[in-house]
């Protein structure tokens, strides 16, 4: 069965700070990885994407991920953490079979103090 | 380029009530469409996605269903809501391909009542 499992529910970092957000997966198939971003009621917003090329992927406001196959790992990074980016982080995996649907991790929170 | 629209953006309803959200999607033809929820403190569960007009495949069974009247269309209905059917729901389209993203619509955040 194809999963994802966002490893921390919440992860509270000090402003200039690296941030890691930890992502695994488990699948019988070569998935296509996305974390999205979602700010307080609002809607989501993609930050990058893994799509079998570089396996280490950039994506927008500094953010990039590395795919680790051996480890079944898309852990999410930043070298210095800034106030904006609080909000709630999503380790998304789309899988080549079942119709191609997306399957969210549970999230998790990201919290930066001054 | 393809834009998501998804409307009210907030809503207050009693128990028992109907419930209808739309989400209408331009720009692109024959997308992937997904309605998802999101109860507080969690994450998202997919609620129902459609590959074309007519095909809708549940993901849970709950008070809820959903239809695809028109190509770009997605709405979500309930006959008679319940409290826990409240949440935040976003639509969201892709394209068929699997290594695309979704793009998601600004939710409708609904309190049952």
């Known amino acids: 069965a194809q999963s994802v499992t966002q490893l921390d529910s919440h992860v509270s970092v000090s402003e200039g700070t690296p941030v890691l957000l930890r992502c695994n997966y488990s699948?019988?198939?070569?998935?296509?990885l996305f974390w999205y971003v979602q700010h307080p009621n609002k809607g989501l917003q993609l930050l990058l994407k893994?799509?079998?090329?570089?396996?280490l992927v950039k994506g927008i406001n500094g953010f990039e991920a590395e795919f680790k196959k051996s480890e079944t790992s898309f852990h999410l990074t930043k070298p210095s953490a800034h106030m904006s980016d609080a909000a709630e982080y999503f380790c998304?995996?789309?899988?080549?079979?079942?119709?191609?649907?997306?399957?969210f991790g549970a999230g998790t929170r990201l919290a930066v103090h001054p | 380029s393809q834009t998501i629209h998804q409307w009210p953006a907030t809503l207050v309803q009693p128990v028992g009530s109907p419930l209808s959200l739309e989400c209408t999607v331009e720009?692109?033809?024959?997308?992937?469409l997904y309605w998802y929820r999101q109860a507080a403190g969690r994450g998202l569960q997919l609620l129902f996605y459609?590959?074309?007009?007519?095909?809708i495949s549940s993901e849970v069974p709950q008070n809820l269903s959903a239809s695809r009247p028109q190509d770009r269309q997605f709405i979500l209905s309930s006959k008679k809501l319940l409290l826990s059917d409240s949440g935040f729901y976003l639509c969201?389209?892709?394209?068929?391909?699997?290594?695309?993203?979704?793009?998601f619509g600004q939710g409708t955040r609904l309190t049952v009542v």
């Open positions: 699948s019988s198939y070569s998935p296509s």
């Open positions: 998304v995996v789309r899988f080549s079979g079942g119709y191609n649907k997306l399957i």
């Open positions: 893994y799509t079998s090329a570089a396996t």
């Open positions: 969201a389209w892709s394209r068929e391909t699997v290594n695309t993203e979704a793009f």
């Open positions: 720009g692109t033809s024959n997308p992937n």
């Open positions: 459609s590959v074309g007009i007519g095909q």
